[in-house]
């Protein structure tokens, strides 16, 4: 089954660093822009970064400087460093493949692409991150 394996969540306390893995299982990733989402308890979920297909990366505006994006097609992963995390962190990660190689930034959100019919339907379980003292 194709699908999206997230690893790299945990407790950390204000100020630290995680970095967070997404392996694409079954499927190869280097035509797909990815995208980094997120989900609080209550909130909906939003996207916090996406890296194209060519590795250029975006960022919503609550983790510019703090957070980086990186993939390697050669080994189907993508990652999400995470440096000098807050409280406001906590949620759960997961990551989103857009069926085109470009990332798509609407009204300041991270959407799939119009004309590329959606994200792939490989979504995994997510990595919980708590940012905590």
């Known amino acids: 089954q194709a699908q999206f394996v997230e690893s790299g969540g945990g407790l950390v306390q204000p100020g630290g660093s995680l970095r967070l893995s997404c392996a694409a299982s079954?499927?190869?990733?280097?035509?797909?822009?990815i995208t980094w989402f997120r989900q609080a308890p209550g909130k909906e979920r939003e996207g916090v970064s996406c890296i194209s297909s060519s590795g250029a990366t975006h960022y919503a505006d609550s983790v510019k400087g703090r957070f980086t994006v990186s993939r390697d097609n050669a080994k189907n992963t993508v990652w999400l460093q995470m440096d000098n995390l807050k409280p406001e962190d906590t949620a759960v990660y997961s990551c989103?493949?857009?069926?085109?190689?470009?990332?798509?930034?609407?009204?300041?959100?991270?959407?799939?692409?119009?004309?590329?019919?959606?994200?792939?339907?490989?979504w995994g379980q997510g990595t919980l991150v708590t940012v905590s003292s």
């Open positions: 079954g499927f190869t990733l280097d035509s797909y822009a």
């Open positions: 989103g493949a857009d069926r085109v190689k470009y990332c798509t930034i609407l009204n300041g959100k991270f959407q799939s692409s119009p004309q590329g019919g959606g994200y792939l339907e490989v």
